[in-house]
């Protein structure tokens, strides 16, 4: 079974940056109809794709211009580096690796 624990959330006004971080645990994967990467859930709203990798290792984006997502060679580790957030941004962000979620880690913004 694997573990993922995201860490990095926090209060932060808008304009700010933050740097997501997660790390796989454990051993073993499931399959999961979801790609690897980062996903949002704001208050009101259902769980919606922030960013991910393709199988190709090719990344996809909710808004590029302010997301970026990377990962370790061993893709245990994953980042995610929002710049430039906005009040909407708000939200727990789940990361997804292995076919496992994590607890996530909640961002507010707010001025």
């Known amino acids: 079974q694997v573990q993922i624990v995201e860490s990095g959330g926090g209060d932060v006004q808008p304009g700010g940056s933050l740097n997501l971080s997660c790390v796989a645990s454990?051993?073993?994967?499931?399959?999961?109809?979801?790609?690897e990467g980062w996903y949002r859930q704001s208050p009101g709203k259902q769980r919606e794709l922030v960013a991910a990798?393709?199988?190709?290792?090719n990344a996809v984006y909710k808004d590029s211009t302010r997301f970026t997502i990377s990962r370790t060679d061993d893709k245990r580790t994953m980042y995610l580096q929002v710049n430039n957030l906005r009040l909407d941004d708000t939200g727990v962000y789940y990361c997804?690796?292995?076919?496992?979620w994590g607890q996530g880690t909640q961002v507010t913004v707010s001025s």
């Open positions: 990798f393709f199988s190709s290792g």
């Open positions: 997804h690796n292995y076919g496992y």
């Open positions: 454990g051993s073993g994967s499931v399959s999961s109809k979801y790609a």
